[in-house]
């Protein structure tokens, strides 16, 4: 399995900011000591023509240059800089090229990905380009080149909803977007994506994952992916600062085996990805996303030894 990084992009934030960034060099230096069949490339950056696939011009522009409003910035969560910029771009690239990946071998990982609160033309939430929609969209022009289309999947299963990304995909019929999210948490405000699972405060496991089951079960109803994109946060755990759900580590990797075994049952490509986590101790988090791609590493095995 391959996976993309750009954890060498540190944002310069204010003391005390809540914004983990620590937690990706951390995530990377596990999977190199715990997962040595993991692939560690580091992202390629995303060019204008991919980014403008999605998003407004003049956005695009103002993050490039730092013409950004101070409004847009506050509700970003970052203040504009340099490495800011490029991060964005880098998290997209990291996106684009393993959803690649994902195409030839079967699973790949982002360890950037997961911006989905991002739409078009602003950013919000500690997400400034939506990595999965311009990856969707690239990958769509490429297989219209080629005369062909591709049906896309979100499975959003971070807690907060996927606002950005339902919004961008309104009314599109070739990406289907599934989001089980704190229906009490942020964005306050949510967007109607195809399939929304709102859970009330203090969630568990059993009650979870019988909303996944049902869920993934309406996907698999309502749409036939060539392609799923699997936002795999880590905050619905009952350790997370911002979650307010209550799943256990046990329940996390059930969530994850189920999306994994739907996929396998269908024989659907994933994309895994990093998205959210504000463990009150950042261990925790980087010990539970390291779990998700340890068994985003034995599904790829599957995917290698099922090839004739």
């Known amino acids: 399995m391959q996976a993309f990084y750009s954890d060498q992009f540190v944002l310069p934030l204010p003391q005390g900011h809540r914004f983990p960034m620590a937690k990706y060099a951390m995530l990377r230096d596990a999977i190199a000591q715990h997962l040595p069949a993991v692939q560690l490339l580091q992202a390629p950056r995303a060019s204008d023509a991919e980014l403008l696939l999605v998003h407004a011009p003049a956005y695009v522009e103002a993050i490039a240059d730092g013409a950004v409003a101070a409004a847009v910035t506050r509700e970003i969560g970052f203040p504009w800089s340099e490495a800011m910029a490029e991060r964005a771009r880098r998290s997209v690239g990291a996106t684009v090229a393993a959803a690649r990946s994902a195409l030839r071998r079967g699973v790949s990982a982002s360890l950037a990905g997961g911006t989905h609160h991002a739409y078009a033309d602003k950013g919000g939430g500690f997400c400034v380009f939506n990595d999965v929609a311009v990856a969707a969209r690239v990958l769509q022009a490429h297989r219209a080149r080629e005369g062909k289309s591709l049906q896309v999947a979100v499975i959003d299963l971070d807690v907060h909803q996927g606002n950005g990304t339902a919004h961008i995909f309104q009314g599109d019929n070739s990406v289907f977007t599934l989001s089980l999210h704190g229906e009490k948490n942020f964005p306050f405000r949510k967007e109607a994506g195809d399939i929304d699972v709102g859970l009330p405060d203090g969630c568990s496991d059993a009650d979870y994952l019988a909303a996944l089951d049902l869920a993934l079960l309406q ?41 994994f075994d739907w996929c396998w049952a269908r024989t659907i490509p994933v994309v895994v990805l990093m998205a959210g986590g504000y463990g009150v101790r950042i261990e925790e988090t980087v010990a539970l996303q390291l779990a998700t791609f340890r068994l985003a590493s034995a599904f790829s095995n599957q995917w290698k030894d099922a090839r004739p």
Do not use: H, I
């Open 219 to 259: 996907v698999g109803q309502r749409c036939s992916p060539d392609l799923v994109f699997f936002l795999a946060g880590a905050d619905p755990f009952e350790g997370d600062r911002l979650g307010r759900l209550k799943l256990t580590a046990a329940g996390m990797q059930a969530r994850d085996q189920r999306v």
